[in-house]
C-alpha cells in the first residue's frame, strides 16, 4: 500500500511537509503510514477515497445542558458498555458502527466529543481521525482513538502527527478509565459518588456530640432555675 493510499494526505503532502518541516516529520509520517498499512492488512480495511463529510445542518432537538458524545465502535458488545457508562454520568451518546456513518453524520450531530475507534469496517479510524482534523468546522471537537491492535508504540507515533487525537486508549480498558478521560476533554464535573464509610462515621460522631453538647446545656439550665427558686 502507498502513501497515498493510506489516507494521510498522499505523497504530496508528505513531500510538501518535507520541504517546509524537515525530514524528521516526513520520517513520521512514513513510520506511521507502514504501520498503517499493516493495521489495514490485517483487518481488511481499505482506504476510500470518496469518503468525505457531508456539510449538513446540525440536528435539531438535541437535549439542552448535556454533553454529547459520538461513539464509532464497531464492536457492538463494546459500544453498548461504552454508551451505559457514558449515560450513567449524563453524557448522551450516538452510536455508528463504520467510519463512513461518522462523517456522514459528525456534521449533523456536532457532537462535544467523539471516541473513535481506530479497527473499523471500510475505513480506518486513523483515516477518520485525519478527514476530521483537516476540516477547519470539525477540528476542534476533543477526539479520543482507541484500539485493540494499535502499541503504545504506534499511538506514540501518531501522536507526533499535525492531525494527530486529544487522547488514546488501548482495548481492553475500564469504563472508569474512560469516563475519567471524557471528563477531562468535555471539561465536565466529576459526578460526586456515593459517601464513604470513613465519612459516615465521622457524621454520625459529630452529631452524637453536638446532642451531648444540647443535652448538657438543657439539664444545667434546669439546674440552675431550680437552685435559683
Request: with cysteine; net charge negative; proline share 6%.
Amino acid at each position: 500500500m502507498s502513501v497515498e493510499e493510506d489516507g494521510l494526505d498522499g505523497e504530496r503532502d508528505v513531500r510538501a511537509i518535507g520541504e517546509q518541516g524537515g525530514e524528521d516529520e516526513v520520517t513520521i509520517r512514513s513510520d506511521f503510514s507502514d504501520v498503517l498499512a499493516g493495521s489495514m492488512r490485517r483487518h481488511g480495511t481499505e482506504s476510500q477515497e470518496g469518503a468525505s463529510l457531508e456539510d449538513n445542518k446540525p440536528v435539531q432537538g438535541l437535549l439542552p445542558g448535556v454533553r454529547h458524545v459520538l461513539l464509532v465502535e464497531s464492536d457492538g458488545a463494546l459500544a453498548e458498555q461504552i454508551s451505559s457508562a457514558l449515560a450513567a454520568h449524563r453524557y448522551e451518546v450516538a452510536f455508528v458502527p463504520s467510519g463512513m456513518d461518522a462523517l456522514s453524520r459528525v456534521g449533523q450531530l456536532r457532537p462535544d466529543l467523539i471516541v473513535l475507534g481506530v479497527e473499523l469496517p471500510q475505513i480506518s479510524g486513523y483515516v477518520v481521525c485525519n478527514k476530521l482534523r483537516s476540516d477547519p468546522a470539525l477540528q476542534t471537537i476533543p477526539l479520543i482513538l482507541t484500539s485493540s491492535d494499535a502499541t503504545k508504540q504506534t499511538f506514540a507515533l501518531h501522536r507526533k502527527l499535525p492531525t494527530r487525537a486529544d487522547d488514546y486508549l488501548i482495548k481492553p480498558f475500564s469504563m472508569e478509565q474512560l469516563v475519567q478521560r471524557v471528563d477531562v476533554l468535555t471539561g465536565a464535573q466529576p459526578q460526586p459518588g456515593p459517601p464513604s464509610l470513613k465519612t459516615e462515621s465521622t457524621t454520625n460522631r459529630l452529631r452524637i456530640a453536638v446532642w451531648c453538647l444540647v443535652g448538657a446545656a438543657a439539664l444545667g439550665l434546669s439546674l440552675y432555675l431550680l437552685l435559683s427558686r
